[in-house]
Nanobody
Framework: QVQLQESGPGLVKPSQTLSLTCTVSGDSITTSFYVWGWIRQPPGRGREWVGV???????YSNTSLKSRTSISRDTSKNPFSLQLSSVTPANTAVYYC???????????????????WGQGTQVTVSS
């Protein structure tokens, strides 16, 4: 059974960098051909795709966030991480990590692309 768990600070000050880690068990983040993604849900809004890191280490990010987003991994310990710089209160959201297989949907931006999800972690940007 694949399990994912997000961790990181729940409160970040404006202009600082948001850093989250997703711990994965039951699978390896280098397993072909999965991607490992970050998706967020701002309060009162739908989910928004943030970006992914693929099994081969390649990364893809939402174009609206790309200049501020960094997704990385530690293949020796199996977690992958998200860093979002220069945050504002608009970046307040529940952040989820998920495994993407494309088994049920070919669109990497869609929720159905992802078959295993973490429970989500609330991140609030406020001074």
């Amino acid at each position: 059974q694949v399990q994912l768990q997000e961790s990181g600070p729940g409160l970040v000050k404006p202009s600082q960098t948001l850093s989250l880690t997703c711990t994965v068990s039951g699978d390896s983040i280098t397993t072909s051909f999965y991607v490992w993604g970050w998706i967020r849900q701002p309060p009162g809004r739908g989910r928004e795709w943030v970006g992914v890191i693929a099994y081969d280490g390649s990364t893809y990010s939402n174009t609206s966030l790309k200049s501020r987003t960094s997704i990385s991994r530690d293949t020796s310990k199996n977690p992958f991480s998200l860093q979002l710089s220069s945050v504002t209160p608009a970046n307040t959201a529940v952040y989820y990590c998920a495994r993407g297989s494309g088994l049920y949907c070919p669109t990497i931006f869609a929720d159905l692309y992802y078959d295993y999800w973490g429970q989500g972690t609330q991140v609030t940007v406020s001074s």
